[in-house]
């Protein structure tokens, strides 16, 4: 059973305007979130991350919203450029440390 | 700037084969971890090491086994490789295991088992 899930498999945005992407988590104990960018024929990049002392991290076009009761996170991005178009997966990891626990990915591609 | 190396981008190899593939972190990291990337399942963490000689085994460890003789490099070995490990899989590394510090991927090596 997936404890990260990310439900759509693929977006599609108009340049300039926002994506937003979304995942659930199911672990309570989760408590340190991140996001990783992934083009084709390369190893994911780590994007931004929150801690679950926050509901907002920002750094430049890129937003993470926690909202820790309804077990969910979403990743802004505004605005929107043709090169973010790649997989973007969530991650989450709890209080034991390091590991961390994946979601499926979204497919984001932004048309020009 | 963090160097992940992965031994091959791409491998070909047949039912039965012993694989290894190989990992290389250039940044003085304790940790080390392989993954496993399948459409629709995102990554899945196969074994991590937190130091040389240590190994744990992750969400899907079986039919995989691993190997950490030096501190920079880490090494999955599919003992008899099966047509269900056809995948991508990706090497990562990180500074520090008790805290949620950022693991750093290398490009990966997609892996076709015929």
């Known amino acids: 059973d997936q404890q990260v899930k990310q439900n759509s498999p693929s977006l599609s945005v108009q340049e300039g305007r926002i994506s937003i992407l979304n995942c659930d988590y199911t672990?309570?104990?989760?408590?340190?979130f991140l996001w990783y960018k992934k083009y084709p024929a390369e190893g994911p990049t780590f994007l931004i991350s929150?801690?679950?002392?926050?509901d907002k991290n920002e750094d430049g076009r890129f937003t993470v919203f926690l909202n820790k009761s309804a077990k969910h996170l979403s990743l802004h991005i505004v605005p929107s450029q043709p090169g973010d178009s790649a997989v973007y997966f969530c991650a989450a990891s709890g209080y034991a440390g390091n590991m961390l626990t994946f979601g499926g990915g979204t497919r984001l591609m932004v048309k020009p | 700037d963090v160097k992940v190396t992965q031994s091959s981008r791409y491998l070909v190899k047949r039912t039965g084969e012993k694989v290894f593939l190989e990992c290389v972190q250039d940044?003085?990291?304790?940790?080390m971890f392989w993954y496993r990337q399948d459409p629709g399942l995102g990554l899945r963490l196969i074994y991590f090491s937190y130091d040389v000689k240590m190994k744990e085994k992750g969400d899907i460890p079986e039919g995989y086994s691993v190997s950490r003789e030096k501190k920079e490099r880490f090494s999955l070995i599919l003992e008899s490789a099966s047509t269900n490990q056809t995948s991508m899989y990706l090497c990562?590394?990180?500074?520090?295991?008790?805290?949620?510090?950022?693991?750093?991927f290398g490009p990966g090596t997609r892996l076709t088992v015929l």
């Open positions: 672990n309570s104990m989760f408590d340190y």
């Open positions: 940044m003085d990291h304790e940790n």
């Open positions: 929150i801690s679950s002392i926050k």
């Open positions: 990562a590394s990180s500074f520090r295991l008790a805290f949620a510090d950022t693991q750093y």
